[in-house]
């Protein structure tokens, strides 16, 4: 704390008015910078935090296709093949252990059914999926149409945010600069939808084992060549 002392008595070294006045200015503007509460609302001290306002939240969820069948159907379609070969690559990317085949059952393309059922299994295990990790069951179909679907489904992790667009206060009058309710919402649900694997949001993956070998040869590419040749060694 600045202290501005000034004598009454006079002298042959006494302040003349000019300098008091400095000083007065002086010691006020000090004062002033030394006052904590002065600028309490500057922008980054606000306590919001819209992580916490919209979470990501991570759950198990059931992805499901159905492939319609007709009841003279012989053959998987070309396009309901690729349709069983997407899905088996999703099943593979969300970590999940198991799948289902739902056949109808008491159905007008029971018969159609069951025989394309066995190309789906076909189809799914060509795509490297282990046979003990998919059950064929069946489900009552009597009520459906002529075609019944098959449905293939599996259960996995997913992460997901609640449902954003909530403007339900005007952000015209904020003067404190605070976040408003919808603010980071848009960030949290893209997040969410664009992570591989959503077991990453809960916890690492463990650490794999160096390939000695290979980090050898690039570093002697490294010593040799600089890197030049770095790039195709990746």
């Given at each position: 704390m600045f202290r501005v002392l000034i004598s009454s008595q006079p002298s042959s070294k006494s302040f003349t008015r000019p300098m008091i006045?400095?000083?007065?200015?002086?010691?006020?503007?000090?004062?002033?910078?030394?006052?904590?509460?002065?600028?309490?609302?500057?922008?980054?001290?606000?306590?919001?935090?819209?992580?916490?306002?919209?979470?990501?939240?991570?759950s198990e969820s059931e992805t499901v296709e159905d492939i319609p069948i007709s009841a003279n159907m012989r053959k998987l379609s070309f396009r309901d093949h690729n349709v069983v070969a997407d899905f088996a690559s999703r099943f593979r990317r969300s970590g999940g252990r198991s799948m289902q085949?739902?056949?109808?059952?008491?159905?007008?393309?029971?018969?159609?059914?069951?025989?394309?059922?066995?190309?789906?299994?076909?189809?799914l295990l060509g795509k490297g999926i282990n046979r003990s990790q998919i059950a064929v069951t069946s489900y009552h179909a009597s009520g459906h149409s002529n075609s019944a679907p098959i449905r293939i489904s599996y259960l996995a992790l997913a992460a997901n945010v609640e449902r954003c667009g909530k403007w339900d206060e005007s952000i015209v009058g904020n003067y404190q600069n605070r976040q408003y309710k919808?603010?980071?919402c848009a960030t949290q649900n893209n997040l969410a939808k664009i992570i591989a694997n959503p077991a990453d949001l809960i916890g690492p993956r463990g650490e794999t084992t160096i390939d000695a070998t290979r980090r050898d040869t690039v570093i002697t590419k490294w010593r040799e060549n600089g890197s030049t040749d770095l790039a195709t060694q990746f």
């Open positions: 006045i400095g000083s007065l200015f002086i010691a006020a503007i000090v004062a002033g910078c030394a006052n904590p509460q002065q600028d309490n609302l500057t922008v980054g001290a606000v306590p919001d935090d819209y992580r916490s306002r919209h979470p990501i939240v991570v085949i739902m056949v109808p059952s008491q159905s007008a393309n029971e018969s159609a059914a069951r025989r394309i059922s066995k190309q789906i299994l076909t189809a919808n603010f980071g």
